[in-house]
């Protein structure tokens, strides 16, 4: 696995946790939210990448 892919996988496990401490997702339902958790956090990064070869770019 890629450096990059392990730490939004990382990232995405700590929000998830800090959800299920706050009751605001249960372990019940956790492979149901934890993919879309997973996207955002990934798209996120790949935009910030983006972002950052676009001004190296410029």
């Not at 696995?1 to 605001?24: C, D, P």
């Not at 910030?48 to 676009?54: I, N, P, R, S, Y």
């Amino acid at each position: 696995m890629e450096k990059l892919e392990k730490e939004v996988l990382q990232v995405s496990k700590e929000i998830a946790v800090k959800f299920i401490e706050t009751q605001r997702i249960s372990p019940s339902n956790f492979a149901e939210i934890f993919p879309n958790i997973y996207k955002v956090v990934s798209e996120t990064v790949m935009a910030g990448q983006q972002a950052v070869q676009k001004s190296k770019q410029e």
